[in-house]
């Protein structure tokens, strides 16, 4: 048996893949103000500052930074889960059951990488920024409205036409490359 385990830093920064459970599901941008609540609610329970973010209809990438002295991101991802869940739930939005009752909306488990340096976060910045031309849902990174993209581009930490029309096959992000 694998025994996965998390690295907790106190202070920070990680980035993150959570995903639905159903992979053909829209339901995060079909419901992105109830995912927004999520979050925000979220954050005045437990602060942690969101460095970028996209989301697309399945799943989403953050890169988050934690307060000092704090490493529970395990809690805060629980809150935002549930939080989302329940949004869904009053709306009378039907949601499948495991087995047990639970809710099967989201995966159970979520993908976690601390960051270790400035290249590594600028690199994660850019596969977040970068991911929905890589699933094919715009031709350009700033035509995707659910990311941090828009942010970056108002603070002038990059040009509107960041990554043009380039073939994802350019783009670098320190990914694995089929051989």
């Known amino acids: 048996m694998v025994r996965y385990r998390r690295n907790y830093v106190a202070g920070g920064t990680y980035f993150f893949t959570v995903t639905l459970d159903d992979r053909a599901s ?6 992105i103000g109830a995912l927004r609540m999520a979050f925000r609610s979220a954050r005045q329970e437990r602060p942690f500052e969101i460095d ?17 002295g704090d490493s529970d991101f395990p809690s805060r991802w629980k809150r935002i889960k549930s939080h989302f869940t329940r949004e869904l739930l009053s709306t009378g939005m039907p949601l499948p059951r495991h087995g047990n009752g639970e809710s099967a909306l989201w995966q159970r488990r979520f993908w976690e990488h601390t960051i270790r340096d400035d290249r590594d976060f600028e690199r994660h910045v850019d596969y977040i920024h970068f991911n929905p031309v890589k699933h ?6 700033c035509d995707w409205p659910h990311s941090s ?13 960041w990554a043009g029309d380039v073939d994802e096959a350019t783009m670098n992000f320190g ?3 089929p051989l």
Request: proline share 7%.
């Open 149 to 161: 993209f828009h942010r970056y581009v108002r603070q002038g930490l990059l040009p509107n036409d």
């Open 175 to 177: 990914e694995r490359r």
């Open 136 to 141: 094919g849902l715009v031709a350009r990174v």
């Open 52 to 68: 970028a973010i996209v989301v697309l209809p399945d799943h989403l990438h953050a890169i988050w930074t934690l307060p000092d």
């Open 26 to 31: 829209s339901a995060l941008v079909d419901h």
